[in-house]
């Protein structure tokens, strides 16, 4: 039974994803974001209370707020920034849907962004150049994240050519979902980039075997079989079912959401224990961001969750990852898979974050 104030998403709008240094790299993260928040600003059904924004590699100063402003939203508009790694973007819609439960807000816009291309270096002061922060506290392990996939799938038996065959689906999803304008709805183009830039066409298992691993002699992780590095922002309206209700509009209502952790060096594995506390029978649709096959795979394997139907039309492994963008991406794709196109009526989003963090939600379509 929905309730009065369930969270619904009534609205969910992404740019396309580029490559880092491809045809955003001159794009911030508030420009990215900026051109989202209006669109959807362009639905609300009366003043925005707040916008919440996921990101990771800054450049810090609240791009929230910068964003909100950016996109014309009013001086009012406080804007928050949420860094929880991989999870920002999926927490900040959590957040909002949260405050919306609790009425403290009426109507929210939440999701994430990531430039990679334009994200400052970082130093520590004796001058050593990083390109993360630590995961862990110094001393305790704390793998980067490609290794750790490694570890993860060694430890899950999953075989490389099962990471290649998954990786392969992935792109040969996205390439056929591009060709049928299952995107076109949700973008918000930035100027001459109209399309996510990473999927391959013919990007097939025996193409992907060729591939060397890429973390050190053994491991399965290649190139192919894991996302990229990549720059894009997407972004989610959510009120009240009541709102809902009294617009006549169909939406996406939060049943539930969970967030856990797991040791550090097995971030991979964040998922896990997010999704066992959501889970309820078996979902229409489940978009599950896809860092590295392996990973993706063995949360799987340890949910019960059939892989075929993971990422019906592309995950992040074709798609791209834009780190504090893609737990968004995932709600958009729901929203716009169940409820603009009408292709079933519960789902699930999930993923793994750094640090060992799982963010899980269960949606379900309201008209």
């Keep these: 039974m929905t309730g009065e104030n369930t969270p619904v998403v009534i609205a969910a709008r992404r740019t396309p994803i580029g490559t880092a240094g491809g045809g955003l790299r001159a794009y911030t993260v508030d420009a990215l974001a900026a051109p989202v928040l209006a669109a959807l600003a362009a639905q609300a059904p009366g003043p925005i209370d707040d916008v919440l924004l996921g990101n990771v590699m800054g450049p810090g100063g609240n791009p929230a707020r910068v964003a909100a402003l950016r996109a014309g939203l009013g001086d009012a508009i406080p804007g928050m920034t949420l860094d929880r790694q991989c999870a920002s973007g ?184 997010a999704i066992d506390a959501v889970a309820h029978g078996t979902p229409d649709a489940v978009e599950f961001t896809e860092a590295f096959a392996g990973q993706v795979l063995a949360c799987l394997d340890a949910t019960g969750i059939d892989e075929k139907t993971v990422s019906p039309d592309g995950g992040a492994i074709a798609l791209g990852h834009p780190w504090g963008a893609s737990g968004a991406v995932l709600v958009t794709r729901l929203f716009h898979r169940l409820v603009v196109q009408g292709r079933g009526e519960t789902g699930l989003a999930a993923l793994s974050s750094g640090g060992g963090i799982g963010v899980a939600t269960r949606w379900r379509v309201v008209r």
């Design 90 to 273: 999926l927490s900040a819609v959590v957040a909002a849907a949260s405050a919306i439960r609790a009425g403290d807000a009426q109507v929210l816009l939440a999701g994430g962004a990531e430039s990679p291309s334009t994200a400052p270096a970082r130093t520590w002061p004796d001058g050593t150049v990083y390109t993360r922060a630590p995961f862990a506290p110094a001393g305790s392990p704390d793998p980067d994240m490609g290794p750790a996939a490694d570890v993860v799938a060694a430890r899950a038996r999953i075989s490389r050519p099962r990471q290649d065959a998954f990786a392969a689906r992935s792109h040969a999803r996205a390439i056929a979902a591009q060709r049928a304008g299952t995107f076109d709805a949700e973008l918000v183009p930035l100027g001459h980039v109209a399309a996510d830039e990473r999927p391959r066409d013919r990007f097939t298992v025996e193409r992907l075997a060729r591939f060397r691993p890429a973390f050190g002699i053994g491991g399965t992780a290649t190139a192919a079989n894991s996302c990229g590095v990549n720059d894009g922002a997407a972004a989610v309206l959510v009120v009240s079912e009541r709102r809902r209700r009294e617009l006549g509009v169909p939406g996406l209502a939060l049943e539930a959401a969970a967030t856990r952790g797991c040791a550090p060096e097995l971030l991979g594995l964040g998922a896990v224990d």
